[in-house]
């Protein structure tokens, strides 16, 4: 799947996938700027996107999300929450921006890197969350499998599968 170079690369997966720093990695293999869904989420709103979550409400949060989401173009890795592209129209509109890329990890690999979950408000609900969205993640253009890999190898895979690396 060649990357052409005003496509935008976005990264989606559960909590615990390494978005944030598969996406950091593969921005400088691409020479793209990196842009974060809950980063944004959290400069509108002036607080941490778990306070966002707590303190609005979800649906607050999604609805700032859809915006942040909307806000992206260009050439760029966005580096999405994990819910970002199970909402339709988000979902469409990265889908026609470019490559979305899913970052498949298992539920032991996520709560081996979680830990207690801290900061996650919905890291307890990992499993049933799993499951009401895996199908929508499929729909991804890709998706790699993360499980014993380094987020280096991780950044590499998806750079290779894109034919984008300069």
């Not at 929450?81 to 026609?96: D, V």
């Not at 990890?105 to 900061?119: K, N």
């Not at 799993?130 to 499998?145: D, G, H, K």
């Amino acid at each position: 799947m060649p990357l052409g170079s005003a496509d935008t690369v976005s990264l989606t997966g559960m909590m615990g996938s390494g978005k944030s720093t598969v996406a950091l990695l593969l921005g400088r293999l691409l020479g793209r700027r990196v842009v974060s869904t809950d980063a944004l989420v959290e400069a509108w709103a002036g607080k941490p996107a778990s306070r966002v979550f707590a303190e609005d409400g979800e649906g607050a949060f999604r609805a700032a999300e859809r915006a942040a989401v909307g806000g992206i173009g260009g050439p760029v890795v966005a580096d999405l929450g994990g819910g970002a592209f199970c909402e339709p129209e988000s979902a469409e509109r990265l889908l026609r921006m470019g490559a979305v890329v899913f970052l498949d990890v298992s539920p032991r690999e996520a709560a081996r890197r979680l830990g207690r979950g801290d900061g996650r408000p919905l890291a307890a609900q990992w499993e049933p969350l799993l499951r009401r969205r895996l199908s929508l993640y499929r729909r991804a253009s890709l998706s790699v499998a993360v499980d014993g890999l380094t987020p280096a190898a991780v950044a590499r895979r998806v750079a290779d599968l894109l034919g984008g690396t300069r």
